[in-house]
């Protein structure tokens, strides 16, 4: 590949002292080689800090420590403003990058066919705290291949409908995210609403391969969605889908979202967060009535 793009990796870390060098490593031996790393520590509390010091004494990319805790969204957006690649990478600290992840993907972007494309993405392969596999995003094939292809193009209705795509295995130019103006830091994380928010108005295509190694951790933020406490995380996904029924165009959006809000309703009533469940029922009556006029 010639004339290679520049793509910037920010790679995000809280307290991953255990993962987080295989995470920097992964991204400076990739096969690609037009890429810049930039690395947030949010205030770690376990010894990350030091560890991302010693290892930057050999490898001299940009680090930003926080003062205190911003959370996933300010954080991201913070290093987002130091970028000056054409393509982005938001790689947590605790998963790992393929050799030919960033390579592949940007292949992608170059031969698609999709018009107006703003995010590839490819298949997962989770794994657990030692690195043994848990399972495929997209079963394979003994090729390697996805048995069943997930949408692409206009993927709009589907990703308010349900989670499909890993936001791990995610290549986004950078034109969609100052699109959007970074992620909005008024949530506590960041996919689902970037998910809805760009593909109103960008395209999604899907590099067909297993790019990213996510770990499946037990006190991972995505774990936080099935506790109690996780109901800053609930409210969050209320403010995502107050905002994708002001996106919705028709009818069929609109029952996506209803499927969006039976799930969020159910998983809410399971962990007990009753006080937003009455929220997210109201939404899914007003939506209901737009699906019959």
């Given at each position: 590949?010639?004339?290679?793009p520049l793509v910037s990796v920010i790679c995000l870390c809280y307290n991953h002292a255990n993962y987080v060098i295989e995470a920097l490593n992964s991204v400076i031996n990739q096969s690609y080689k037009n890429v810049e790393l930039i690395v947030v520590d949010d205030?770690?509390?376990?010894?990350?800090?030091?560890l991302i010091k010693d290892w930057?004494?050999?490898?001299?990319?940009?680090?930003?420590?926080?003062?205190?805790?911003?959370g996933p969204t300010k954080a991201f957006n913070i290093a987002l403003k130091q970028t000056k690649g054409e393509y982005i990478v938001d790689l947590a600290a605790d998963d790992l990058l393929t050799h030919k992840s960033i390579?592949?993907?940007?292949?992608?972007?170059?031969?698609?066919?999709?018009?107006?494309?703003?995010i590839v993405f490819s298949n997962v392969e989770s794994i657990d705290n030692n690195g043994n596999h848990i399972e495929y995003r997209y079963p394979i094939d003994k090729n390697g291949k996805a048995i069943n292809q997930p949408k692409t193009g206009?993927?709009?209705?589907?990703?308010?409908?349900t989670y499909y795509i890993s936001a791990s295995?995610?290549?986004?130019?950078?034109?969609?995210?100052?699109?959007?103006?970074?992620?909005d830091e008024s949530l506590s994380y960041e996919d689902l609403d970037f998910w809805i928010r760009s593909s109103r108005n960008f395209t999604y295509d899907f590099t067909?391969?297993?790019?990213?190694k996510k770990r499946i951790l037990k006190n991972s933020l995505g774990k936080q969605f099935y506790l109690k406490q996780g109901k800053h995380l609930a409210k969050?996904?209320?403010?995502?889908?107050?905002k994708a029924l002001k996106l919705n165009r028709n009818k069929v959006e609109h029952r996506a979202l209803i499927n969006r809000l039976n799930y969020e309703i159910r998983l809410n009533i399971k962990v007990g967060n009753y006080a937003i469940t009455l929220k997210f029922m109201r939404l899914y009556f007003t939506t209901l009535i737009k699906t019959w006029s």
């Open positions: 590949m010639t004339n290679q205030c770690s509390s376990d010894n990350s800090l030091q930057n004494l050999s490898h001299n990319i940009l680090f930003i420590k926080n003062e205190t805790n911003l390579e592949e993907r940007v292949k992608t972007f170059e031969s698609s066919t999709h018009q107006n494309l703003g206009d993927v709009y209705a589907e990703l308010l409908s295995s995610m290549l986004i130019k950078k034109e969609v995210l100052d699109d959007l103006n970074g992620y067909d391969a297993i790019l990213i969050s996904t209320y403010m995502v889908c107050k």
